[in-house]
């Protein structure tokens, strides 16, 4: 883990953000980690201990989050062929063989920070255009959708 303090800052949006790389959920570059809309450059680095616990934890969810991916997955591929839609995805019979299909790009953290509320935002090859989030509360999967479930954390 680096040390995400140091990335602090200010993106193209006006977006408070930083950085980490991680090795896990298949992240092949640095993921950005996403402080909630009017947190300040000070509340942010502030929030080392949530965060720190939050990046710790990560490693042990990630059997629950690929079961989730998979179970995301099985709907899109169902609700596709209900539709009749002739869509090309990945093929992959269990969470273990999906997980090359996806990779984490950014952790979302609300306003106000609390200990395992958060999203995770996926690139994924079964949902190009809208990926893949995953949101926590109390440690546990509330809800899995497309990417904007990472950001919605209210």
Same mark, same amino acid.
């Given at each position: 883990m680096s @040390?995400? +303090?140091?990335?602090?800052?200010? *993106? =193209?949006?006006? *977006?408070?953000? %930083? /950085?980490v790389s991680l090795n896990l959920l298949q992240a092949t570059e640095p993921v950005r980690l996403c402080f909630g809309v009017d947190t300040t450059l000070e509340e942010a680095k502030a929030a080392e201990?949530?965060? @720190? =616990?939050?990046? !710790? +934890?990560?490693? #042990?969810?990630?059997?629950?989050?690929? @079961?989730?991916? $998979? +179970?995301?997955? !099985?709907l899109l591929v169902k609700a596709l062929s209900e539709y009749g839609e #002739?869509? #090309?995805?990945?093929? %992959? *019979?269990?969470? %273990? %063989?999906?997980? !090359?299909f996806y990779q984490?790009?950014?952790? &979302?953290?609300? $306003? /106000?920070? =609390?200990?395992? &509320?958060?999203?995770?935002? $996926?690139?994924?090859? $079964?949902?190009? =255009? &809208?990926?893949m989030g995953i949101r926590f509360r109390n440690w546990q999967i509330e809800e899995v959708g497309d990417g904007s479930e990472a950001f919605s954390l209210d």
């Open positions: @040390n995400w +303090k140091d990335t602090v800052r200010t *993106d =193209e949006f006006d *977006d408070l953000v %930083a /950085e201990v949530v965060v @720190n =616990e939050l990046l !710790q +934890k990560l490693p #042990s969810l990630e059997g629950t989050i690929a @079961n989730a991916a $998979f +179970k995301y997955y !099985q #002739s869509y #090309s995805l990945p093929v %992959a *019979d269990d969470a %273990a %063989a999906l997980r !090359q984490l790009m950014a952790i &979302h953290l609300p $306003f /106000e920070l =609390e200990a395992g &509320h958060f999203g995770l935002e $996926f690139r994924c090859e $079964f949902e190009e =255009e &809208h990926g």
